[in-house]
């Protein structure tokens, strides 16, 4: 099914001409035989001379992949690297800006084969060709971190290590992310899903339409990543760290975000952090009590009782170590939850992960 829990009976009463590209589409299509020349093919709709694969089929559009539209925005594509058939994001950037040149710096052969970092690899970078102000930098396609759900206590575990981490090494490196939020924190879901997804409707297979199966995060293992220096700052290491201005960022709550008022960037992660910590996993499941502390220190009100990074992946470490595996292997239990609709869940997690396990083999 290629629109995962739309009402597809509502969609069909929706006038639209699946045929007609928007605008940012037809940017890309006007793009597609460069990006080839680099390597790089997009989607069959994106593609000149194009014909909807329906008009043959007689299918409705909705149940045809290139049926699928590109989501609005403008700047970004997915694409299939031509080497290797692998995902990617194209993003179109001004040539030399802030954020490609933190991006690659951040990706570069110095940094790159540190583990403490999670910054968004930067797989390929090339100009236009026929405007130089303008650079496209390819990226793994990447998933947001929470889809799909998390399962167990030991998957948050690692996700929080994970971005604690990469946020101390950022920190170390003189980058201030300044919005750490939920959508720029992403996570590589290539080995959760061996037979690929879609782009745009990622729930399903990449002819937009079967509904993929796939592993658990604890059966194969992830990696997060922090992507987005749109707004960042990188202070050298010979100079010295100073303060900014500004008040952009999605998370619209850091106490000291000000157009007029000097601030230190850094700390504005910390709170950041801390604040999807508490959103995204603390508020929705009831068995990670263990990330109260974490929350409290980093969503400090003032800048200057935050702990810096590195220090707070340390009292993270130390609290860590407390939790014991058998916690580790729980399953997450929403907030939510009644007595006995826990007790169901949990009588089919024990089920779900014989199978899962056993599958693992069968898979393989």
Not at 163 to 170: K, N, R, S, T, V
Not at 198 to 221: C, F, I, K, N
Request: overall charge neutral.
């Amino acid at each position: 099914m290629s629109t995962n829990s739309l009402d597809i009976d509502a969609l069909l009463e929706r006038p639209h001409d699946y045929g007609k590209l928007y605008d940012s589409e037809a940017r890309w299509r006007d793009k597609q035989h460069f990006l080839q020349s680099k390597g790089y093919m997009l989607r069959p709709r994106l593609r000149p001379n194009w014909t909807p694969s329906w008009l043959r089929s007689g299918k409705h559009p909705i149940e045809c992949e290139d049926g699928i539209s590109l989501p609005a925005r403008g700047n970004l594509v997915d694409a299939t690297r031509m080497s290797d058939n692998k995902l990617v994001y194209i993003k179109r950037v001004r040539s030399g800006d802030q954020e490609s040149t933190i991006a690659y710096l951040l990706s570069s052969d110095r940094f790159r084969m540190d583990s403490r970092n999670h910054s968004v690899p930067i797989l390929d970078m090339f100009v236009d060709d026929e405007d130089p102000g303008i650079s496209y930098m390819v990226m793994p396609f990447l998933r947001y971190f929470n889809s799909p759900d998390f399962q167990t206590v030991g998957e948050i575990i690692d996700f929080v290590d994970q971005i604690l981490e990469g946020l101390a090494f950022m920190h170390e490196h003189g980058v201030a992310h300044r919005d750490c939020s939920m959508p720029n924190i992403l996570m590589d879901g290539e080995r959760m899903y061996p037979q690929g997804f879609h782009p745009v409707h990622s729930m399903v297979l990449p002819d937009g339409e079967t509904w993929a199966r796939p592993y658990t995060r604890s059966q194969v293992g992830v990696r997060y990543y922090f992507v987005d220096y749109g707004i960042s700052s990188y202070f050298p290491p010979d100079q010295p760290r100073g303060f900014v201005t500004g008040n952009l960022g999605r998370d619209q709550d850091v106490p000291e975000l000000s157009k007029t008022v000097p601030y230190d960037p850094f700390p504005v992660d910390i709170f950041t952090i801390g604040h999807v910590i508490r959103d995204e996993l603390y508020q929705k499941y009831s068995n990670v009590e263990f990330l109260h502390e974490i929350i409290v220190t980093a969503m400090q009100p003032d800048p200057r009782r935050r702990p810096a990074a590195a220090e707070l992946l340390r009292l993270w470490d130390a609290r860590r170590r407390r939790i014991s595996s058998l916690h580790r292997s729980w399953r997450l239990r929403g907030r939510t939850e009644s007595a006995v609709e826990g007790a169901a869940r949990d009588c089919f997690s024990l089920v779900y992960s014989a199978f899962s396990f056993a599958g693992t083999f069968v898979r393989k």
